[in-house]
């Protein structure tokens, strides 16, 4: 029976969830405090503060935090499963993810994995492109091409393909209005993804190159365990191999749920999230039968308390044949690459699903009734005693929701209650607790 670790990309992480985790001195801080050199460097502040808290989610961040903040998480869970002697007989990460990977594999330094993340960001961001973005349709991949051949908008591409319903499209906005239209007329329910850019997309080319002329000189060497790439659909086992992935990080489509599949028919049943949340953990089922068991190292901050139980079990049921050192020590004899794009050939997207319209109905119950469904929909999605929801517990800093979990619940109270889908301009996940959560549905109920 092999086990997988997963690194999730972008909301990885969760504002003060590694506190309880992290001792002074420990090679975890080491970890943190290299990558906020790094983000000093590029004048994003220092990324521990916010992880280690006191925090919450009303804690200021840097836009650059959001990809550093995931991968400053991912590192310090792979180094305590390491120091348990957890089994990690396949790595795999999903979208920026994979960089994490990358370095738990040996590939790559810390400091330098770091700033590939902060160099492909600044890639992006001068790309020059009109507005573009993401779009998360709850339709199979394949008839998401078809949709989008019907739209004809060349910039459009399937991006990122997660389960048989959770799949992402990107290109440039005018394209994905156009989409969403085609989407509503057939009952497809779409939510726009927070990010501004067609990631996973032919369309930033120019932004790959710039990408790969930037960090062309970073170090690199052949993988020391095993490493599958999503993006590349395939192990990785030399150092041409992470060039090759490290070129195409930006255009190349995600193929997690053939990713899952392929891993599970090679004999893979455990599958470890190294995130904050349960972004990975959840498609497991949504892929794979019931013989394989999705394992979130680390759900919000309340949860944290419990990693070193479930570290303990880990090792215990799963234990490492191999012994390695810490991430920090990454052998010397790396080989120089030459980040290139020819031979890159840029297939499928990938997918991620959410929500869309609704229905009118009766008027909303009385507050305590309706705050105590809300608290049972949130419990049933996350498999917790509802007792642990309680009208201002933090959804996403202390139960540790993920952004999915979160827009299936919405759309689930939506549809119960008959509601309009709000305007683009609400922010779902700006309304953090249940009593938030029950306010937002009394003025979308006001409105109808």
């Not at 305590?80 to 990690?88: E, F, M, R, T």
């Not at 904050?276 to 979130?296: F, I």
């Amino acid at each position: 029976m092999k086990t997988v670790w997963m690194f999730p990309g972008p909301s990885g992480h969760v504002a003060g969830a590694l506190g309880q985790l992290v001792d002074p001195e420990s090679d975890q801080l080491s970890i943190l405090k290299t990558i906020d050199t790094v983000a000093d460097e590029y004048r994003w502040g220092p990324v521990s503060p916010l992880l280690l808290g006191p925090a919450d989610e009303t804690t200021e961040q840097h836009d650059g935090h959001l990809w550093l903040g995931f991968f400053a998480t991912s590192l310090v869970l792979s180094e305590l499963l390491i120091d348990a002697g957890v089994a990690g007989d396949v790595l795999i990460g999903h979208s920026g993810g994979e960089v994490s990977a990358l370095v738990v594999a040996g590939c790559m330094t810390v400091e330098d994995a770091a700033r590939v993340l902060c160099e492909r960001t600044l890639a992006v961001e001068g790309n020059g492109l009109p507005e573009s973005g993401m779009l998360a349709v709850a339709a199979p991949a394949r008839r998401l091409a078809m949709m989008c051949d019907v739209v004809d908008d060349s910039s459009l591409a399937v991006s990122v393909d997660n389960s048989p319903d959770q799949v992402v499209v990107t290109g440039l906005v005018s394209g994905l209005e156009r989409l969403e239209t085609v989407a509503a007329a057939l009952e497809i329910k779409t939510h726009r993804l927070r990010f501004a850019a067609a990631y996973h997309n032919p369309v930033l080319g120019g932004a790959a190159r710039r990408l790969a002329a930037r960090v062309g000189d970073v170090p690199v060497r052949s993988p020391q365990r095993r490493v599958y790439s999503p993006q590349l659909g395939r192990t990785l086992a030399t150092a041409d191999d992470a060039r090759e992935l490290l070129a195409g990080t930006l255009v190349l489509p995600v193929r997690f749920r053939e990713t899952l599949r392929t891993l599970y028919d090679d004999g893979a049943r455990v599958f470890v999230e190294c995130g904050a949340r349960q972004v990975l953990s959840e498609l497991v089922p949504h892929n794979l039968p019931a013989a394989a068991s999705a394992v979130p190292l680390l759900i919000g901050r309340a949860q944290a308390h419990a990693v070193p139980r479930l570290l303990k079990s880990l090792a215990a049921e799963h234990p490492a044949s191999w012994q390695t050192a810490s991430l920090l020590v990454v052998p010397a004899a790396l080989d120089n690459p030459q980040l290139s794009l020819d031979d890159l050939k840029p297939n499928a997207p990938d997918p991620v699903a959410v929500p869309g319209p609704a229905e009118a109905s009766d008027d909303l119950p009385a507050e305590p009734e309706l705050r105590d469904q809300i608290r049972h929909a949130y419990a049933d999605v996350l498999r917790f005693p509802v007792e642990m929801v309680e009208d201002d517990t933090e959804l996403e800093g202390e139960l540790g929701i993920s952004s999915l979990q979160r827009t299936n619940v919405f759309v689930r109270l939506l549809d119960t209650y008959g509601l309009p889908t709000p305007a683009e301009e609400v922010q779902v996940f700006t309304y953090r607790t249940v009593a938030d959560m029950a306010g937002l549905l009394r003025d979308l109920a006001a409105r109808r």
